[in-house]
């Protein structure tokens, strides 16, 4: 049975940094992509990032403003974890993360029906 455990979120302040980790276990993932999402208060679930699991491929939100160059996506495939790194965190960063697993029909997948399997998720709050 796939599972995924989200960790690695908590309350920071405006410009902190954080690292959320996603152990994922129960399948080989060579043939998968790894996502990012995130749904904040009365918000629609939104994708963040996604990466194919050998590594070569990454892909982050059209939407760039709001991740460019502050959100990185990678992954330990020894310990089957996937991060995503945040840097200079705002207020609107605020959401719960999540992180889901889907086998790649294509490039980039970014949107939740397409992946199969998804982790409890990890609540951000990220305070003015």
């Known amino acids: 049975q796939v599972q995924l455990e989200e960790s690695g979120g908590g309350l920071v302040q405006t410009g902190d940094s954080l690292r959320l980790s996603c152990a994922a276990s129960g399948r080989t993932f060579s043939s998968y992509a790894m996502g990012w999402f995130r749904q904040a208060p009365g918000k629609e679930r939104e994708f963040v990032a996604a990466l194919s699991w050998n590594g070569l491929r990454t892909y982050y939100t059209y939407n760039t403003d709001s991740v460019k160059g502050r959100f990185t996506i990678s992954r330990d495939s020894a310990k089957n974890t996937v991060y995503l790194r945040m840097s200079s965190l705002k207020p609107e960063d605020t959401a719960v993360y999540y992180c889901?697993?889907?086998?790649?029909?294509?490039?980039?997948?970014?949107?939740?029906?397409?992946?199969?399997?998804w982790g409890q998720g990890t609540q951000v709050t990220v305070s003015s």
């Open positions: 889901a697993t889907g086998p790649i029909t294509k490039w980039p997948m970014r949107t939740a029906n397409e992946y199969d399997y």
